[in-house]
């Protein structure tokens, strides 16, 4: 820490000349006084660092921008970044010949949060509290299979999903054809394929919600600049008729960010 104290108060790098794609990002900044993040500026096409702020408050930002002629300013094309007013806000005063795009990364996060909240409601209702429970020898045939059925539930919402739902289905992880080993709380042979089937089986919630993300995942795979608006549109319509009330609530950052996206 203390060289990079010594090395801030001696070096000042100068600023790249703005490129024609421009990414910008925060990060969290450590030991700074004046904001909790920097803002990381990036040429897309050669992925050279352009400047770094030390903060990514919107008067701060106007005031570094108003600073860059305006000329240099028009050669920017496209302005990518998360979902923050602040950056799309920025992009349309200071960069006036350029388009704000939706980075899909952070958009697929995004949803990738809300589908683990799913996970973790439904996982929390087949949780079962050990003071709760009757011993097992005590339970009748069908309380013991209601039993069996949350304890098998919430082992695969616990052990296996928090990390399978950020995987896509076509990953080689899922081939069928994969070696299966002895699992001791089904008592069968199973592979990833079988695993992640059975987590989709625990509840439809969870299942329509992981089908939505697919479809975004798909979106961004198969839309092109002339198919991209109708494809939105009906992506937004299918999140927003969902039974999943986390997965309704995603249809809402669809349509504040559909022009960017």
């Given at each position: 820490?203390?060289?990079?104290?010594?090395?801030?108060?001696?070096?000042?790098i100068?600023r790249?000349?703005?490129?024609r794609y421009?990414?910008?990002?925060?990060?969290?900044?450590?030991?700074?006084a004046?904001?909790?993040?920097v803002?990381?500026?990036?040429?897309?096409?050669?992925m050279d660092?352009i400047d770094?702020?030390?903060?990514?408050?919107?008067?701060?930002l106007?005031?570094?921008?108003?600073?860059?002629?305006?000329?240099?300013?028009?050669?920017?094309?496209?302005?990518?970044?998360?979902?923050w007013?602040t950056?799309?806000?920025?992009?349309?005063?200071?960069?006036p010949?350029?388009?704000?795009?939706c980075?899909?990364?952070?958009?697929?996060?995004?949803?990738s949060?809300?589908v683990q909240k799913v996970?973790?409601?439904?996982?929390?209702?087949?949780?079962?509290?050990?003071?709760?429970?009757?011993?097992?020898r005590?339970m009748?045939?069908?309380?013991?299979?209601?039993?069996?059925s949350h304890?098998?539930?919430?082992?695969?919402?616990k052990?296996?999903?928090p990390?399978?739902?950020?995987?896509?289905?076509?990953?080689?992880?899922?081939?069928?054809?994969r070696k299966k080993?002895?699992?001791?709380?089904?008592?069968?042979?199973?592979?990833?394929?079988d695993?992640?089937?059975k987590?989709?089986?625990?509840?439809?919630?969870l299942?329509?919600?992981?089908?939505l993300?697919?479809?975004l995942?798909?979106?961004?795979?198969?839309?092109?600049?002339?198919?991209?608006?109708?494809?939105?549109?009906?992506?937004?319509?299918?999140?927003?008729?969902?039974?999943?009330?986390?997965?309704c609530?995603?249809?809402?950052?669809?349509?504040?960010?559909?022009?960017?996206?």
């Amino acid at each position: 820490s203390t060289v990079l104290r010594i090395f801030d108060s001696h070096v000042n790098i100068p600023r790249r000349r703005l490129p024609r794609y421009l990414v910008v990002d925060e990060t969290y900044a450590f030991h700074t006084a004046v904001s909790d993040y920097v803002f990381v500026m990036m040429d897309y096409e050669t992925m050279d660092i352009i400047d770094v702020l030390p903060s990514r408050k919107k008067a701060d930002l106007d005031a570094y921008f108003q600073k860059i002629p305006l000329r240099e300013r028009e050669e920017v094309q496209i302005v990518s970044s998360d979902m923050w007013n602040t950056y799309r806000d920025m992009t349309h005063r200071w960069f006036p010949k350029a388009v704000h795009s939706c980075d899909s990364f952070h958009l697929k996060m995004e949803l990738s949060r809300c589908v683990q909240k799913v996970r973790i409601r439904i996982m929390n209702h087949h949780r079962i509290q050990k003071k709760e429970a009757k011993p097992v020898r005590e339970m009748k045939p069908d309380e013991l299979l209601e039993f069996s059925s949350h304890v098998k539930s919430y082992y695969l919402l616990k052990k296996f999903a928090p990390w399978m739902l950020y995987k896509r289905p076509s990953d080689g992880l899922f081939d069928p054809n994969r070696k299966k080993k002895y699992n001791r709380v089904f008592r069968e042979y199973l592979n990833y394929h079988d695993i992640y089937c059975k987590i989709l089986e625990t509840d439809n919630e969870l299942s329509e919600a992981v089908a939505l993300q697919e479809q975004l995942y798909l979106f961004f795979r198969k839309s092109t600049m002339k198919t991209a608006p109708k494809a939105l549109k009906e992506l937004i319509y299918n999140f927003s008729t969902s039974t999943v009330k986390e997965m309704c609530s995603f249809s809402a950052t669809l349509r504040q960010w559909r022009t960017s996206i």
